[in-house]
């Protein structure tokens, strides 16, 4: 064989490896114990197949699908124990499903492998990873209960310029442990989007028969604020409606919204990213920066609650 062709396949040879292969390895490698308790979480991929995998080696998935991968170690600690016990608590309800969890942020992200390769460069994917194993190693088995009971763990991205919400303020469950406490978060501002709507496409996205040519001042009047201070009810035109539905329809990242009208547009200023209740892992990372542990992290976004290790 031609020296050069041979040089070529041995580089293309090890790009594979290096990219396709190598990582895969470093799943086998890092399993945690658990792995032998026979605990498995049934993962509906988004091809349909529902996969087990180990509890904690879905866990790494799920913090690097979650949580930025440059956090500090005891946010990513934190953000570990919210999802174990986010997972467990959900097999552990009685359901008729065929799966436990799925990929996507309808219960827990989660990216395998080769998603975190690609995304993190194959550099930055071994010192990645290492760090997010760590942290979920280091808090292996911990949960966290209220009252002798796992807790819903939600959490969310930023709570922006405002506290975190209380639960039955956006899913009209009260919770003991999810209240409104401080968001931990150093930069208020640190998410702040622009979306500008016109007459039509605003009124249609929301449901409306009859469009007008154009905004008038009044046409959106707010009733009602959460405790928090974010929008809970509102008046659009002739129609009442939630906050978290307006946030739904119009693909707002959370319900922290001023706006400004424009004769036949209207501009939406939002604030934070995410429903707001639980922990906020900006909030999180923000703390641990601080100095607070990934416990008193957790006591922070949970009030009341105990840390317990199950296994």
Same mark, same amino acid.
């Given at each position: ?7 070529? #396949? ?16 470093? #799943? ?18 988004l ?38 016990t ?35 460069? !194959?550099?930055n ?11 979920v ?8 209960t ?9 959490y ?6 405002k ?37 039509? #496409?605003?009124?249609? !996205?929301?449901?409306?028969? #009859? ?20 929008v ?8 009442v ?12 990242p ?6 400004k ?24 990372n923000?703390?641990?920066?601080a ?15 105990? !840390?317990?290790?199950?296994?």
């Open positions: 064989m031609n020296p050069k062709i041979k040089k070529i #396949t041995a580089t293309v040879l090890a790009v594979i490896f290096l990219v396709g292969i190598l990582p895969y390895s470093l #799943t086998k490698i890092f399993r945690t114990g658990y792995k032998k308790q026979g605990l498995q979480v049934r993962v509906a991929m091809n349909g197949r529902v996969k087990n995998i180990p509890l904690e080696e879905y866990l790494i998935g799920v913090v690097a699908a979650e949580m930025p991968a440059e956090f500090e170690i005891e946010a990513l600690k934190a953000q570990a124990v919210a999802a174990r986010y997972v467990l608590k959900r097999m552990g309800d009685k359901t008729e499903n065929i799966f436990d969890v799925d990929t996507t942020e309808k219960t827990q992200a989660w990216s395998s492998n080769r998603e975190l390769s690609r995304k993190w460069g !194959l550099v994917y071994f010192n990645y990873h290492r760090k997010i194993v760590k942290a190693e280091e808090t292996e088995g911990k949960i966290i209220y009252n002798g009971q796992k807790i819903d763990a939600v969310h991205s930023s709570s922006g310029r506290g975190t919400e209380r639960a039955s303020d956006v899913w009209r469950a009260e919770t003991g442990y999810l209240i409104n406490v401080p968001s931990g978060e150093e930069t208020p501002l640190r998410f702040v989007k622009h979306q500008i709507f016109d007459v039509n #496409t605003f009124y249609k !996205l929301l449901g409306f028969s #009859t469009l007008p040519s154009q905004f008038k001042e009044n046409d959106l009047i707010v009733i009602d604020r959460t405790k928090g201070g974010r809970k009810t509102l008046a659009i035109r002739d129609q409606f939630l906050g978290t539905d307006v946030r739904a329809k119009l693909q707002l959370s319900t922290d919204f001023e706006w009208i424009h004769n036949k547009k209207i501009e939406f200023i939002i604030y934070g990213k995410g429903h707001g209740v639980g922990m906020s892992q900006y909030g999180a923000d703390l641990a920066k100095g607070q542990t990934y416990s008193q992290i957790l006591a922070h976004f949970y009030p009341d609650t105990k !840390l317990e290790k199950v296994y």
